[in-house]
Nanobody, 125 residues
């Protein structure tokens, strides 16, 4: 099991910045990737940033150049931060942290998905 705890949401004016943090703990040996998603009222959950443990980070077109993710790891915990700048009202949503782990035989691995509880980001004047 992997446990995810998000923090850092809040209310910010348009053009402002916020930093979200997600702390992952538990069975992290098979951690393959983490990600940030968001869901606005009435909308489907959408991928904001994909953060593999190996490889290139990817961002939704709507946030490229404004949002940056970082990952840090130690023996007990992995943390992914999402630095959000030049925030717009359309960035308002609940932001969720996601972790994907792989397990089982290398030739046919299985995956497990984990989600945090979400943190509200509101961009409004």
């Amino acid at each position: 099991q992997v446990h995810l705890v998000e923090s850092g949401g809040g209310l910010v004016q348009p053009g402002g910045s916020l930093r979200l943090s997600c702390a992952a703990s538990g069975r992290l040996r098979g951690l393959a990737s983490m990600a940030w998603y968001r869901q606005a009222p009435g909308n489907q959950r959408e991928l904001v940033a994909s953060i593999p443990t190996v490889g290139t980070y990817n961002y939704a077109d709507s946030v490229k150049g404004r949002f940056w993710a970082t990952m840090s790891r130690d023996n007990a915990k992995t943390t992914v931060d999402l630095q959000m700048t030049s925030l717009k009202p359309e960035d308002t949503a609940v932001y969720y942290c996601n972790a994907v782990t792989t397990w089982g035989p290398v030739e046919a691995p299985s995956t497990s998905d984990y989600w945090g509880q979400g943190t509200q980001v509101t961009v409004s004047s």
